[in-house]
């Protein structure tokens, strides 16, 4: 059973629009929502967070929307840059006592010049 | 400042061998994680080291163990290997309690990359 989705395998956008990467959950004990970016060859890099309690968090290019009672949760980058291309993953944790995390497969994000 | 160090980066091992895959922490970090991700899938949780003490486990059989050492660096130990096993082994480390800071919460390792024959 898997607790977090992604259903796009991949998206491509181009340089200066908005991408927009989803997450679905399936658990309401999850706490904490975090999207992490991916480059070949290299561990999975922390972007932005989000707890529960909220419903929006911004920094810099990247907002994370949290729907609750959706079990949504969203991804926006505007502008886009070829630089973030990458895979994005979505990842949940209960508690927030820093045990483990439940990721999605991933979403690979294409930017073109 | 060296963050999360993983060695070796790439593995190649036996059906039925044991392989030992090394993780040290980012500085200022106590706590490590270890995950499997296999090919098209999303890392998965295998067990978390704190206090050298296992904390908690994820779903994989007992033949995943690991250790961790005073200095907080620590071990993935698989033994008896099967194909399955084939996949990018990833460590990271935290501080305890520290799940959102930027400086303190999971920070990843590049990966092991094992190939079971």
Redesign the interface.
Same mark, same amino acid.
């Given at each position: 059973d898997q607790q977090?989705k992604?259903n796009s395998p991949s998206l491509s956008v181009q340089e200066g629009r908005i991408s927009i990467l989803n997450c679905d959950y399936t658990n309401s004990m999850f706490d904490?929502f975090?999207w992490?970016k991916k480059y070949p060859?290299?561990?999975?890099?922390?972007l932005i =967070?989000i =707890?529960s309690i909220k419903d929006k968090n911004e920094d810099g290019r990247f907002t994370v929307f949290l729907n609750k009672s959706a079990k949504h949760l969203s991804l926006h980058i505007v502008p886009s840059q070829p630089g973030d291309s990458a895979v994005y993953?979505c990842?949940s944790?209960k508690g927030? =006592?820093?045990?483990?995390?439940?990721?999605?497969?991933?979403t690979l994000l294409t930017v073109n010049p | 400042d060296a963050g999360v160090t993983q060695s070796p980066t790439h593995l190649i091992k036996t059906r039925g061998q044991q392989v030992t895959l090394r993780c040290s922490p980012k500085s200022g970090h106590d706590t490590v994680s270890w995950y499997q991700q296999a090919l098209g899938q999303g890392p998965q949780f295998i067990f978390q080291y704190y206090e050298e003490e296992e904390r908690q486990r994820g779903n994989f059989p007992d033949r995943f163990s690991g250790h961790q050492f005073p200095n907080y660096s620590s071990e993935l130990n698989v033994n008896a290997l099967l194909l399955g096993d084939s996949a990018l082994y990833l460590c990271a480390s935290s501080l305890v309690g520290a799940m959102l800071d930027p400086n303190y919460g999971y920070t990843f390792g590049s990966g092991t990359r094992l190939t079971v024959v």
């Open positions: 977090v992604q904490y975090l992490y060859a290299e561990g999975p890099t922390f =967070s =707890s993953f990842a944790e927030g =006592s820093n045990y483990k995390l439940t990721f999605g497969k991933g | -």
